[in-house]
Every structure is written in C-alpha cells, then in structure tokens.
C-alpha cells in the first residue's frame, strides 16, 4: 500500500492538466490576460481546485515554469567549469528567448507587491537553482578550476545578476552571445 | 523675454506639487494603492493635468523617482575608479534600503507588462546613470587603472546586474557591504 502522501493518480493528472492550460492560456494571450477562471474553464476543473493547491495566478504561474523548464537548466558536470556553465547559460539564454521569458517576467512583477509569490519565487526557483550552481562551483573550487576567496553564493550572482538585468530592466535583448561575453568576463575575473 | 520652450513658473509649481503628492502618497500607503486620482486630490489638480504629462502611474512615479534621487547617486571623479565606485555603489545601497526601492519595484514591475513604461526606465532612468557610468569607466581604462579588453557598457552591467538581483529577485537584502563585497569581486576581475 503506497504511503498516504503519494498523490492519487486522479490528483496528479488534474495537476498537471491545470498546468498545461495555464502554460497555453499564457502562450496565447499573455501573462496579463491569464485569469484563475480561464485555466479553472480550459482545464475542466472548478476554480476551488485550483485554489487550493495554488493561492495566486502568480504562484500557479510559477510552478508552470518549473513544469515546462524542468531539467533544461540543470548544471551538467563534466569536470569542466568553464565548458559546463557554458553550456548551462547558454540554456538560461534560450530559454529566456522563448515565450517563457512572458511568463517569468509576469511573476517577477507580481513577486514585487506578494511577499507570499517572492517567498516562492525564492524557495522554488531561484533558490535551488542558485544552490545548484552555488555546488557546481564549489567542486570547480576544490578542483583549483576557480579562485577559492570569494563565496561561491557570491559568484553565483555574479554570473546570473546581469543577466536578469537585461530581461528585467533594460531594453537591450539578452542574446546568447551576449550571455557568454559575460561568463567569459566573470570566469576571466575568477580565474586562479 | 523667455524662450517659449520654458515652461511657465505656474507650470513648473503644478509639476513639482504633483510629483510631492506622488511621494507622500506613495510613502504613506504604497506604490501599490497609489491612484492618478489619488494624486490629483492630494495636489489639488485635475486629473486631466496628470495625464497631460504622464500616461501612467508608473510613468510618474519614475519621474518621482528621478526628480527625488537627484545628483545622490552622480559618479564623482576624483582620479580614483575605485574610490569613486566605492562612494557611488554605497549611495546607490541606502537608496535601496530607504522606502524609495518600494517606488522602484512597483515601477519595474508596471514595466514588465507595459513597453511604454519599460522604454521610459530605459530612457530616463537607467540609461542616462548607465551611460555616465561607462564615461567614468571608460576615464579609468584611458589612465590604465582597469582593462581595456571588456566593453565598458558590459563592466556597467557587470557592477550593477548584481544589486538590481537582490533588489528584484531574491528573498536577500542588499546591504551596503553585499555591495561593496560585489564591487570588490567586479573590479578584482577587471583590475590591469
């Protein structure tokens, strides 16, 4: 007998159907015109449902990205920093060119007045992805690949920071090259 | 007699008591209950006068922004790029600390859905302080204090990416010593 907390199989397939009427909901028309009663109508579900397992269009939005980006961003380790986060920033890039980028910047914008989405945003999102990085450069580190004198958390922002920048804050396009002129930069600066 | 393009003593009182009653209201409730016609009530103007001047809240409360912080966040040249970085990033840290960073993210969060106000960031707000931050680098490489190989519109996104992070995306706060250990980090990498 599995254990309680495993989902029913019912319960599982109504998830992951509200996700996917979310994700093409939001293709179609945008973030902004995405409505809890939309995804409730796509997906035949009742509004409620959806509510109880996602408090805000901006959380359901959330687990929308992790749905659909998956392991996509994952850090490979291949015993390379510079060919592995090489890899892993080129895959931020795409990403970040694909219509997902709507998305994510519609819940950085609710993140900005919902402590309760930034809360999520951190502990689902952005948190474990950074820790990842964080443990991919702590073996570059031991390995002698990168200077050992500044956090790896720091490096971390270091690399991302700019990046965000331009798909948060400047109307200059985040090209893949230009997100490899900043690796190249950042690990330059790291080098040992 | 006045060139036409001056605007008229009136005008320019109307103005500044519009963008002083955007403050306190902003300041007082939030960026997120502040209203055109809040505004309008509190600086005894029509609304039609806001709108004259600014099509959005968020169009505004950028100009509040930038009519508040002024020359407080200038880059000074005393022949130093470290020095005058370190003066520079430690005012643009208490900014983000001061209830001011609550303006900027309702603003950058507006940006996100609307193109209109993400041009005026990038028009009048970010671009200008990027621009002068790159003629204070490019000063810096000229008297050889850092490299010349890396684009100094790329340093400026390198130093800043960073902040704007912790300011927009992480539940972490940017205290002035995060910012002065990032500009460290930055300026290690570019060092000759």
């Known amino acids: 007998m599995p254990p309680s907390s495993t989902p029913k199989p019912r319960t599982a ?6 996700l996917d009427a979310a994700f093409e909901l939001a293709m179609a028309h945008g973030y902004a015109k995405l409505t809890m009663e939309g995804v409730a109508a796509r997906a035949r579900v009742g509004k409620q449902t ?9 959380a359901l939005a959330l687990d929308v990205l ?7 961003t ?8 510079t060919a592995d ?3 892993q920033i080129t895959a931020v890039a795409t990403l970040f060119n ?5 998305i994510f910047r519609g819940v950085i914008a609710d993140a ?28 570059a580190v031991a390995q002698g690949q990168i200077r050992a004198d500044i956090p790896t958390a720091d490096m971390v922002e270091l690399l991302y920071g700019p990046l965000y920048y331009r798909v948060l804050l400047r109307d200059l396009p985040l090209t893949g090259e230009h997100a490899l002129d900043v690796l190249r930069s950042v690990l330059g600066g790291l080098a040992t």
């Open 13 to 18: 397939r109504s998830r992951k159907e509200i």
């Open 50 to 58: 959806i509510y109880r397992w996602w408090p805000s269009k901006a």
């Open 66 to 72: 992790n749905d659909r980006i998956g392991a996509a």
């Open 74 to 81: 994952d850090f490979p380790d291949t015993g390379d920093i």
């Open 85 to 87: 986060l090489t890899t």
């Open 98 to 102: 694909s219509p997902m980028a709507g």
């Open 112 to 139: 900005q007045s919902d402590l309760r989405v930034a809360e999520a945003v951190a502990a689902t999102f952005l948190g474990p992805r950074a820790e990842a990085c964080a443990r991919r450069l702590d073996i």
